[in-house]
Nanobody, 135 residues
Framework: QVQLAESGGGSVQSGGSLRLSCVAS????????LAWFRQAAGKEREGIAA???????VYADSVKGRFIISQDSVNNALYLQMTSLKPEDTAVYYC?????????????????????????????WGQGTQVTVSS
């Protein structure tokens, strides 16, 4: 088991920036990739960024070029730097530790994109942090 705690959400105007953080309760083994998801009101949760140590980083088309995912393995932390925020980025943002036991990590790496609707089979989730972007 691993507990995840996100922070850094808030309200910002369109074009602004935020940095989300996620701290894990213990070291994450190499059998997992790390990811950020978001869920807007009335919509399904979607994957937006993933990282697997030095193997790959990958993004959804909706955030590519604006968001950067990074990790600090020493401090068991995951980050999401968000720039050029848009009102459509308004959502609850979740960090996730996704097991390689399922196909999600390998699928997004091979496709080099996180397609909408692709959900991980085995994952630990944080409680979420709200991001609100006003126009």
């Amino acid at each position: 088991q691993v507990q995840l705690a996100e922070s850094g959400g808030g309200s910002v105007q369109s074009g602004g920036s935020l940095r989300l953080s996620c701290v894990a309760s213990r070291e994450i083994p190499g059998s997992y990739c790390l990811a950020w998801f978001r869920q807007a009101a009335g919509k399904e949760r979607e994957g937006i960024a993933a990282i697997d140590r030095d193997v790959f980083t990958v993004y959804a088309d909706s955030v590519k070029g604006r968001f950067i995912i990074s990790q600090d393995s020493v401090n068991n932390a995951l980050y999401l730097q968000m720039t050029s925020l848009k009102p459509e980025d308004t959502a609850v943002y979740y960090c996730a530790v996704v097991s390689h036991r399922g196909a999600w990590c390998d699928t997004v790496q091979v496709r080099d994109v996180i397609p909408p609707g692709l959900s991980p089979e085995y994952a630990y989730w944080g409680q979420g942090t709200q991001v609100t972007v006003s126009s």
